[in-house]
Protein backbone atom coordinates (compact mmCIF):
# COMPACT_ATOMS: atom_id res chain seq x y z
CA UNK A 1 0.00 0.00 0.00
CA UNK A 2 1.21 3.49 -1.02
CA UNK A 3 0.04 7.01 0.79
CA UNK A 4 1.04 10.05 -1.45
CA UNK A 5 0.34 13.40 -0.58
CA UNK A 6 1.11 15.89 -3.33
CA UNK A 7 2.33 19.43 -2.52
CA UNK A 8 1.80 22.91 -4.12
CA UNK A 9 3.92 25.55 -3.01
CA UNK A 10 5.60 28.95 -3.62
CA UNK A 11 9.00 27.53 -2.17
CA UNK A 12 11.26 28.81 -4.70
CA UNK A 13 9.50 31.86 -4.55
CA UNK A 14 9.63 32.60 -0.61
CA UNK A 15 12.55 29.89 0.09
CA UNK A 16 9.97 28.45 2.29
CA UNK A 17 11.28 24.78 2.56
CA UNK A 18 8.63 22.12 3.26
CA UNK A 19 9.10 19.68 5.88
CA UNK A 20 6.86 16.38 5.87
CA UNK A 21 6.11 13.57 8.29
CA UNK A 22 4.05 10.48 8.52
CA UNK A 23 2.45 9.25 11.67
CA UNK A 24 0.37 6.46 12.77
CA UNK A 25 -2.03 6.95 15.46
CA UNK A 26 -0.21 9.61 16.75
CA UNK A 27 3.21 8.22 16.51
CA UNK A 28 6.17 9.26 13.96
CA UNK A 29 6.60 6.30 11.40
CA UNK A 30 9.80 4.91 11.25
CA UNK A 31 11.68 3.61 8.32
CA UNK A 32 12.04 -0.22 8.24
CA UNK A 33 12.24 -2.94 5.89
CA UNK A 34 8.78 -3.29 5.05
CA UNK A 35 8.24 0.96 5.96
CA UNK A 36 9.92 3.37 2.94
CA UNK A 37 8.66 6.92 3.50
CA UNK A 38 10.12 9.27 0.45
CA UNK A 39 10.24 13.15 0.02
CA UNK A 40 10.58 13.75 -3.56
CA UNK A 41 9.08 17.26 -4.51
CA UNK A 42 5.86 17.51 -4.83
CA UNK A 43 5.53 14.15 -4.00
CA UNK A 44 5.78 12.41 0.14
CA UNK A 45 5.03 8.85 -0.10
CA UNK A 46 4.68 6.33 2.84
CA UNK A 47 4.98 2.55 1.19
CA UNK A 48 4.01 -0.50 3.85
CA UNK A 49 5.33 -3.61 1.60
CA UNK A 50 2.60 -5.73 3.39
CA UNK A 51 -0.72 -5.18 5.50
CA UNK A 52 -1.45 -8.64 7.44
CA UNK A 53 -2.79 -7.26 10.55
CA UNK A 54 -5.56 -5.60 11.64
CA UNK A 55 -3.34 -3.75 13.72
CA UNK A 56 -1.59 -2.54 10.87
CA UNK A 57 -4.32 -0.36 10.17
CA UNK A 58 -5.21 2.87 12.10
CA UNK A 59 -5.30 6.54 11.38
CA UNK A 60 -2.50 7.39 9.04
CA UNK A 61 -1.43 11.31 8.70
CA UNK A 62 1.12 13.58 6.35
CA UNK A 63 1.87 16.46 8.16
CA UNK A 64 3.42 19.18 6.08
CA UNK A 65 4.84 22.65 7.82
CA UNK A 66 6.43 25.51 6.09
CA UNK A 67 7.89 28.69 8.07
CA UNK A 68 4.22 30.51 7.27
CA UNK A 69 1.95 27.67 7.68
CA UNK A 70 1.00 24.01 7.83
CA UNK A 71 -1.57 21.41 6.71
CA UNK A 72 -2.36 17.83 7.19
CA UNK A 73 -4.14 14.81 5.54
CA UNK A 74 -5.42 11.99 7.46
CA UNK A 75 -6.37 8.48 6.01
CA UNK A 76 -7.92 5.83 8.18
CA UNK A 77 -6.66 2.24 6.80
CA UNK A 78 -8.49 -0.86 7.80
CA UNK A 79 -7.14 -4.17 7.51
CA UNK A 80 -10.08 -7.10 7.63
CA UNK A 81 -9.24 -9.19 4.95
CA UNK A 82 -9.27 -6.04 2.42
CA UNK A 83 -7.36 -2.60 2.60
CA UNK A 84 -9.91 -0.16 3.06
CA UNK A 85 -8.80 3.57 3.43
CA UNK A 86 -10.80 6.44 3.80
CA UNK A 87 -9.02 10.25 3.36
CA UNK A 88 -10.17 13.32 4.29
CA UNK A 89 -7.98 17.20 4.76
CA UNK A 90 -7.48 19.64 7.04
CA UNK A 91 -6.03 22.67 5.30
CA UNK A 92 -4.50 25.20 7.67
CA UNK A 93 -2.66 27.30 5.16
CA UNK A 94 -3.70 28.84 1.74
CA UNK A 95 0.05 28.86 1.36
CA UNK A 96 0.53 25.07 0.81
CA UNK A 97 -2.13 22.58 -0.84
CA UNK A 98 -2.10 19.05 -0.29
CA UNK A 99 -3.65 16.36 -1.65
CA UNK A 100 -3.59 12.71 -1.20
CA UNK A 101 -3.93 9.90 -3.25
CA UNK A 102 -4.33 5.89 -3.04
CA UNK A 103 -2.09 3.67 -4.76
Known amino acids: ?3 VCEFESDEAV ?11 DGVKVKPSK ?4 SWTPPEAR ?8 PDDGGLYVCKARKNHGSVESTSRVTVN ?20 KNR
Open 1 to 3: MSL
Open 81 to 100: GKIKVETAFTYLSKSTVIEI
Open 14 to 24: SGDAIRVIWMK
Open 34 to 37: DIQV
Open 46 to 53: LTIQELLY
